[in-house]
C-alpha cells in the first residue's frame, strides 16, 4: 500500500513537470500576442491626435495637482457614477479623445469592450464609458506601465463581464509623445479574451 501511495506521488510529480513547459509556453505566447497588438494597431490607437492632445493638455492643466486633489477628484467621481449630474465625470466622457475611444469601439464590435486614458498622475483623461472610479494611480494598469517607462505593457486577469456576458482582459500600455518617445499618461484597452489564441 505504501508503494502505491509513493507512486502516486511521483505519478503526480511527474505531470505536474510536463505542465509546467505548456504553461510557461502559453503565458510567453500570450505575452508574444499581446505585445504584437500593442505594436501594432493598439500603439496606433494611443498615438492618435485627439489622444495626445488631451493628455497633454490635462497633464499641463495638472502639473501642480496634490494627492489631496486628487483623492477629492476620486470622490466626487465615485458619487456621480448613479446620478443623473454628473459634472466631474462629463468632461471626462464627452471630450474629443472619449469620442475617438467610443469610435475604436463601434469598429471594433465585440472586440474592444471598453477603453480609457489617463495621464501622468494616473487621473482619467477620457473614457469611452464611465470607470467605477477617476484615479487609476494606485492600479497596476499605471503602476506597472507609465511609472515603468515608454515600453512598458501589463496584461490583467481575463475575468467575466456581466454586461457583455464576455471573458475579457485589461492591456494596459504606456503612452508616448510621438514627437519625443516620452512617457506621457497610459491607455487601457478591454479585449474580449476570445480573441487571443
Given at each position: 500500500?505504501?508503494?502505491?501511495?509513493?507512486?502516486l506521488?511521483?505519478c503526480?510529480a511527474?505531470?505536474?513537470a510536463?505542465?509546467?513547459?505548456?504553461?510557461?509556453?502559453d503565458?510567453a505566447?500570450?505575452q508574444?500576442?499581446?505585445?504584437?497588438?500593442?505594436?501594432?494597431?493598439f500603439?496606433?490607437?494611443a498615438?492618435?491626435?485627439?489622444?495626445?492632445?488631451?493628455v497633454?493638455?490635462?497633464?499641463?492643466?495638472?502639473?501642480?495637482?496634490?494627492?489631496?486633489?486628487?483623492?477629492?477628484l476620486?470622490?466626487?467621481w465615485?458619487?456621480?457614477?448613479?446620478?443623473?449630474?454628473?459634472?466631474?465625470?462629463?468632461?471626462v466622457l464627452?471630450?474629443?479623445?472619449?469620442d475617438?475611444?467610443?469610435?475604436i469601439?463601434?469598429?471594433?464590435?465585440?472586440?474592444i469592450m471598453?477603453?480609457f486614458?489617463?495621464?501622468e498622475?494616473?487621473l482619467?483623461?477620457?473614457?469611452a464609458?464611465p470607470t467605477?472610479d477617476y484615479?487609476?494611480g494606485?492600479?497596476?494598469?499605471f503602476?506597472?506601465?507609465?511609472?515603468l517607462?515608454?515600453?512598458?505593457i501589463?496584461?490583467?486577469?481575463?475575468?467575466?463581464?456581466d454586461?457583455?456576458?464576455?471573458?475579457?482582459?485589461?492591456?494596459?500600455?504606456t503612452?508616448?509623445?510621438?514627437?519625443?518617445?516620452?512617457?506621457i499618461?497610459a491607455i487601457?484597452?478591454g479585449?474580449?479574451a476570445?480573441e487571443?489564441?
Amino acid at each position: 500500500m505504501r508503494s502505491v501511495h509513493f507512486a502516486l506521488i511521483a505519478c503526480a510529480a511527474v505531470l505536474s513537470a510536463l505542465a509546467q513547459p505548456a504553461a510557461a509556453t502559453d503565458s510567453a505566447a500570450l505575452q508574444d500576442q499581446i505585445s504584437g497588438l500593442v505594436a501594432g494597431e493598439f500603439r496606433g490607437w494611443a498615438e492618435a491626435p485627439a489622444v495626445i492632445e488631451a493628455v497633454k493638455a490635462q497633464n499641463a492643466a495638472n502639473a501642480a495637482i496634490d494627492q489631496a486633489k486628487i483623492d477629492a477628484l476620486d470622490a466626487a467621481w465615485r458619487a456621480e457614477i448613479d446620478h443623473d449630474a454628473r459634472p466631474t465625470i462629463e468632461p471626462v466622457l464627452s471630450n474629443a479623445a472619449a469620442d475617438y475611444l467610443r469610435g475604436i469601439e463601434e469598429q471594433t464590435p465585440g472586440r474592444i469592450m471598453e477603453a480609457f486614458v489617463m495621464d501622468e498622475h494616473g487621473l482619467n483623461v477620457a473614457v469611452a464609458q464611465p470607470t467605477s472610479d477617476y484615479w487609476q494611480g494606485d492600479e497596476d494598469k499605471f503602476t506597472k506601465t507609465y511609472l515603468l517607462g515608454a515600453d512598458a505593457i501589463h496584461i490583467g486577469e481575463v475575468e467575466f463581464d456581466d454586461s457583455s456576458q464576455t471573458y475579457q482582459v485589461q492591456i494596459s500600455f504606456t503612452i508616448t509623445d510621438p514627437a519625443n518617445g516620452l512617457p506621457i499618461g497610459a491607455i487601457t484597452l478591454g479585449l474580449n479574451a476570445e480573441e487571443l489564441d
